[in-house]
């Protein structure tokens, strides 16, 4: 079993920035995959971006040059990194790990793009 928890959602203005964070803890196995996914109103939940254990990323092409992901394997962490934020990237931003091939989701945090 995995637990995820996130963190540093909010409030930000259009063209600011965010980081968010999220500590994986349990049994975790090596070769796993961490990321991130959002979820706006209405709206079904999609990828922003991944990140394997061996540092190979995927991004949303909406996200692409904005956003980065980076993890630390010895700690068990992944964090976005969010710059020019635009009013549609409000959403509710989730973890997302596959450990030994099962899916796992933090509770998710909160990002509103607003003025």
Not at 22 to 41: D, E, H, K, L, T
Not at 80 to 89: A, H
Request: glycine residues 14%; positive net charge.
């Amino acid at each position: 079993q995995v637990h995820l928890v996130e963190s540093g959602g909010g409030l930000v203005q259009p063209g600011g920035s965010l980081r968010l964070s999220c500590a994986a803890s349990g049994s975790i196995f090596s070769g796993n995959v961490m990321g991130w996914y959002r979820q706006a109103p209405g709206k079904q939940r999609e990828l922003v971006a991944i990140i394997t254990s061996g540092g190979g990323t995927n991004f949303a092409d909406s996200v692409k040059g904005r956003f980065t992901i980076s993890r630390d394997g010895a700690k068990n962490t992944v964090s976005l990194r969010m710059n020019s934020l635009k009013p549609e990237d409000t959403a509710v931003y989730y973890c997302h790990m596959i450990n030994s091939g099962t899916t796992y989701w933090g509770q998710g945090t909160q990002v509103t793009v607003s003025s």
